[in-house]
């Protein structure tokens, strides 16, 4: 079921960014146990106090849903993604994960499906 | 049939305690191997990522310089670790995971069970020991439903799945308990022990749960930052 | 990214000497990428140090802040309220954050916990490699990628020098691989030495003078 | 004629030139130069100045330079680029020129890690062939590094050195070859000791006709003892022994290691006076000052040329 306003991403792009990280990505997904003690490893966490910025809150909601929805997803969804891999990370990569979850690498994957689809860092915020 | 007579039914009880263990630990361990492998091939092992440094090849071992005095006790090094940042949830997980393993593979049943079928059994706890584990996991996972419930950042990333793996985990020690101390109808309640058990073993390599072995293989085999053991393999 | 590493201890105590209440900033930049200065450091030093001053008197304290990137003004929103309660400023970034930092809050001393130590790759966990000394003049184009400003322990311009040591390695130390060496041996492979074989004039150094970067299409609104 | 000085006569003229070196010392004392520099009076066509040397601090090399002037041998000022900015550099050349020094050397210089001052900043402005260039353009063009004209600039003659050895051996003739085109009127090499490579290093140089526009003056050092030997087999950057020398010293009885060294230096001399493309040697005797009339002697290059 194709949303109309998928019609503008390419969807074959992001799929092909989505295959090239596969294993690794479908495999950490899968082992996340939703736990959340990633978020005090968060200095951005430790500002805001909220969610969004927790490390796992930014995987499952960019790289995670995108998975899920195999690359089928709105320019609206990327460009909140875009803000919870950008505005919400600075990708200084010391997030802690209990199970060992590369979470800067999902973080990066997600920055680059962005960046596919022309949806860029924003320096006007 | 009522629904509780498919449970007490001969057919079921045969079943369950029968073939459908046999199976259920064969997909365990095949699974668990194949998930082992998979993990281990996402990993190399490799001393540096990227392009070697010429000078990483002949760089001989540095000798090991005198270590300083450390200012912080093990222990106020240890409140700087996840343990100091979230104590609670440290010590339940701690206990958490390990009575999900200890009772059952100690329990005293299951051993007379094994004992039965091939002749060898290990030891075991006494029936007592594995009532009181078995609550103490009990209250462990009901802190985890509260805290998926109630705590706002962990229902953020809540979903149901989270919810149904909650299940599948617990119920095998609920429906255990209430045969144990006989309640409800116990021939329902330990077809229902079984069945869960044996769909707890079949998920293990197939869903969340294989955070068992990931976090095994990541957490010491596997450097990072925050790595438990000498790992020198990484990602690929 | 730019690499530094922490002072020692007692340096970084000395230099906070006499101020009561102390509020280390860490960098979710840099200095946190090479693990010298972000928020687990910040922890790290801060309890350490918060020990020393319990040994001693107890007089003095130190809370900890970590912000995006030190080098950038915007991100210092939070700050200033959280300074009324403070007198002294500890920075783990790298020198150019701790500079900004005090240059914002120019009434508080601002002291680095950190050494700058150079602009360097990661090459593991840990473990960071210099590779530019921001001379402002890239000559990587001709010598393969390879820096002999700051690799060449002499940065030489025209080759190796006479005291490459066998298996190629640069006189200074037989651990360390003679940057010309390797730039030959790339070179060579790549068919490009005719690069080398040319005197290469001498380096204009731009880095003698404070530099302000602005970019061709910034240059008019910043009226240069 | 580019300098007018000793060695560039000797040289112009076809002699087989010999050149010594002295070290300066560690201190004000007039008197060591001038010790050491009498030794090799009527030895050598020239000396060489070293210029903190191993990056131990010294005497400067102009100012030594000066006193040995006084002792009527000329001076090869050497120069490297470790301790000196392009500013520096050019005013010690004009300094030295207008003192009548006639000759300079050009070296990048052992790191300053070896020396007595292992954290000094390293100067490192300009390297050793962009020095060739530099004194090149003083001289010919009369003109600065910068372009302003120079009133009366100095007509020095260039030397630069080689290393036939270091890695990667390829590249070495190369580097001679750019020395060459940056303006190196002489060439002196590291010490000498693995002959077969240096043979064919000079059959590349003279395959390139590099030979025929710089004058080759080939490095050689007594080894004093076996110690010396190992010591510079192991520890000196850039030095090629085979094991052959050391065997050979292995043979000599201890208190004979010193004239066996000196043989194996004089049979080596031989040798370059033979090679096609080896100008001249430049003998290096490392406190050994007073050992050098008796080298020469026995290596047969005396009496030496007066030019004039």
């Known amino acids: ?125 | ?236 | 990214m730019v690499k530094s590493e922490r002072k020692p201890i007692e340096e970084i105590k000395d230099s906070i000497k006499g101020y009561k209440n102390i509020l280390n900033i860490g960098c979710g930049g840099c200095s946190s990428v090479c693990l010298s200065g972000g928020q687990r450091e910040v922890n790290m030093l801060n309890a350490e140090l918060n020990t020393l001053f319990k040994a001693e008197n107890g007089s003095q304290k130190i809370d900890g802040y970590t912000i995006e990137r030190q080098c950038n003004a915007k991100y210092y929103y939070d700050l200033p309220e959280i300074l009324l309660n403070y007198d002294c400023i500890l920075s783990m970034a790298c020198g150019a954050g701790v500079q900004l930092a005090a240059e914002i809050f120019s009434n508080k001393p601002v002291f680095p916990a950190v050494n700058t130590v150079s602009i360097g790759i990661d090459r593991d966990i840990g473990m960071y490699e210099e590779k530019c000394r921001a001379c402002g003049q890239c000559v990587l184009g001709y010598t393969a990628g390879i820096c002999p400003v700051t690799r060449c322990a002499k940065s030489l311009f025209n080759g190796p020098c006479g005291g490459t040591n066998g298996g190629g390695m640069c006189e200074i130390s037989n651990e360390i691989p003679c940057a010309w060496h390797d730039i030959y041996e790339r070179l060579k492979e790549q068919n490009r030495l005719d690069d080398i074989l040319k005197i290469q004039p001498v380096m204009m150094w731009q880095n003698q003078v404070q530099r302000t970067t602005i970019q061709e299409p910034y240059k008019e609104r910043y009226g240069k | ?308």
């Not at chain 1, 991403?9 to 479908?26: E, F, G, P």
């Not at chain 2, 361990?29 to 996402?42: E, K, N, T, V």
């Not at chain 2, 229902?192 to 068992?212: D, Q, V």
């Not at chain 4, 025929?212 to 000196?236: D, F, H, N, Q, W």
Request: aromatic letters at 10%; one cysteine or more; glycine letters at 6%.
């Open chain 1, 1 to 125: 079921m194709l949303d109309n306003s998928t019609t503008e991403i390419d969807t074959v792009s992001i799929q092909h960014i989505l295959n090239k990280n596969k294993t690794k990505m479908k495999l950490s997904l899968k082992v996340c146990a939703h736990c959340t003690m990633c978020a005090e490893s968060c200095f951005l966490y430790m500002i805001h106090r909220k969610p969004e910025y927790m490390p796992s809150y930014k995987f499952i909601n960019t790289i995670g849903k995108i998975y899920q929805k195999k690359g089928n997803v709105s320019r609206e969804f990327l460009e909140k993604a875009r803000d919870l891999v950008w505005e919400n990370c600075v990708l200084c990569t010391r997030c802690y994960c209990p199970i060992g979850i590369d979470i800067p690498s999902m973080i990066a994957v997600g920055r680059s499906i962005c960046r596919s689809q022309g949806i860029e860092q924003r320096h006007d915020k």
């Open chain 2, 1 to 236: 049939m009522e629904i509780s007579n498919i449970f007490s039914s001969a057919l079921l009880y045969n079943l369950a305690r029968g073939p459908l263990v046999w199976i259920s630990f064969l997909v365990f361990f095949a699974g668990s191997i194949f998930q082992i492998l998979r993990i281990l091939s996402l990993t190399k092992n490799d001393e540096r990522i990227g392009i070697q440094a010429k000078d990483s090849k002949n760089k001989k071992k540095p000798a090991k310089e005198k270590k300083k005095e450390a200012i912080l006790s093990w222990f106020q090094q240890l409140k700087l670790t996840i343990v100091g940042v979230s104590p609670i949830m440290i010590i339940v997980t701690t206990v958490f995971h390990i009575c999900l393993f200890v009772v059952p593979v100690f329990l005293l049943a299951h051993n007379i069970m094994l004992d039965d079928a091939w002749g060898l059994s290990i030891i075991t706890f006494s029936e007592k020991t594995a009532d009181i584990l078995t609550i103490i996991f009990l209250a462990t996972a009901l802190f985890f439903l509260l805290r998926r419930l109630f705590v706002g950042r962990v229902r953020s990333i809540t979903s149901l799945y989270d919810c149904f793996i909650w299940i599948i985990a617990t119920a095998p020690f609920l429906t255990g308990f209430l045969a144990y101390h006989q309640m409800f109808d116990y021939r329902t309640v330990i077809v229902l022990h079984m069945l869960f058990g044996e769909l707890m073993l079949i998920a293990i390599p197939f869903t969340k749960f294989t955070h068992m072995f990931f976090f095994f293989i990541f957490r010491f085999f596997v450097k990072s930052e925050y790595s438990l053991g000498k790992g020198n393999r990484s990602w690929y």
């Open chain 4, 1 to 308: 004629m580019k300098s007018g000085s000793n060695l560039e006569k000797v040289l112009e003229a076809g002699h087989f030139a010999f050149t010594g070196e002295v070290g300066p010392p560690r201190g004000s004392n007039v008197e060591a130069v001038k010790k050491k520099a009498r030794y090799l009076k009527g030895m050598v066509d020239m000396v060489n100045i070293t210029d903190n040397q191993t990056a131990m601090v010294r005497m400067s090399s102009w100012a030594a330079s000066l006193f040995v002037m006084q002792e009527d041998l000329e001076p090869n000022f050497q120069m490297v680029c470790r301790d000196r900015n392009r500013l520096a550099m050019q005013a010690d050349i004009l300094g030295a020129y207008a003192h009548g020094i006639r000759n300079i050397l050009c070296l990048s210089g052992d790191h300053q890690k070896f020396g007595d001052h292992p954290y000094a900043k390293g100067v490192f402005d300009i390297d050793s062939i962009q020095l060739v260039a530099l004194i090149k353009k003083m001289r010919d063009e009369g003109k600065f590094l910068g372009g302003a004209d120079i009133d009366t600039p100095p007509k020095l003659f260039i030397g630069a050195a080689a290393n036939p050895f270091g890695d990667p051996f390829e590249w070495r003739v190369h580097r001679l070859a750019k020395k060459v085109e940056a303006g190196a009127d002489f060439i002196q090499t590291q010490c000498i000791y693995n002959m077969k490579k240096m043979r064919e290093w000079i059959h590349q140089a003279n395959d390139m006709g590099l030979t025929e526009k710089t004058y080759i003056l080939a490095g050689v050092t007594p080894m004093k003892s076996l110690g010396m030997a190992r010591y510079m087999k192991s520890s000196v950057p850039g030095m090629d022994v085979p094991d052959e020398i050391i065997n050979r010293l292995k043979g000599a009885e201890k208190k004979k290691q010193a004239a066996e060294g000196i043989k194996m230096a004089c049979e080596q001399i031989e040798e370059f006076k033979e090679m096609k493309g080896v100008a001249g040697v430049h003998l290096m005797a490392i406190e050994w000052e007073h050992k050098v009339p008796e080298i020469a002697e026995q290596a047969k290059v005396l009496p030496r040329p007066v030019m004039n």
